[in-house]
């Protein structure tokens, strides 16, 4: 099966699912079969990567909440003007950070439980007219006799530069 299958990446991005049988109806059956299957491969790589990432933007996200607490604590406990107005800063740029953080959460946990496709299939596989498959013997033929034809020109141009010296 491997050695009748081939996945191709195109310039543009777009993969496709080449399969030689000698039935026709089970060349398209197979190669929309594994075109799904990549989609599933994709899918659970990108989905594992996303629940990753929102683990580690909720710890973060922990961890700030911690850091504003021991500013708000802080700032209780400050005796001058000046270090007052610098933890006011300092709370405001954490409190605007962990809006950011819980924005950036909420939207991984929608695309956690969503779970979205990372393949699309533009358009699947139909069983072709004929049957199609690489013609070995035929390319192998052709590359041998050019091959001599090549080889046999550039013996005569040797031998005609041997000859005018």
Same mark, same amino acid.
């Given at each position: ?17 080449? $399969? ?20 599933? @491969? ?9 629940? $990753? ?35 006011? *800063? ?21 695309? $956690?439980? *969503? ?5 699309? @299939? @533009? ?7 004929? #049957? ?5 013997? #035929?390319? @192998?033929?052709?590359?041998? $006799? ?16 041997? #000859?005018?010296?």
């Amino acid at each position: 099966m491997k050695k009748r299958t081939r996945v191709i990446k195109s310039d543009y991005g777009e993969l496709q699912v080449k $399969v030689w049988d000698h039935d026709r109806d089970r060349a398209a059956t197979l190669a929309n079969a594994i075109m799904e299957k990549l989609q599933q @491969i994709h899918q659970n790589v990108q989905t594992r990567n996303n629940t $990753v990432l929102l683990s580690k933007i909720n710890d973060e996200y922990v961890q700030k909440k911690l850091d504003y607490q021991k500013l708000s604590d802080s700032s209780g406990r400050a005796r001058d003007q000046s270090t007052t107005d610098l933890l006011s *800063a300092q709370r405001s740029s954490l409190l605007q950070q962990m809006l950011e953080y819980d924005r950036l959460l909420d939207q991984y946990k929608l695309m $956690v439980n *969503a779970k979205p496709q990372a393949l699309i @299939i @533009i358009e699947r596989a139909t069983p072709p007219l004929k #049957a199609d498959k690489p013609k070995t013997i #035929a390319v @192998i033929t052709g590359a041998t $006799v050019l091959s001599l034809f090549f080889g046999l020109l550039a013996a005569l141009v040797l031998e005609r530069r041997k #000859a005018t010296k």
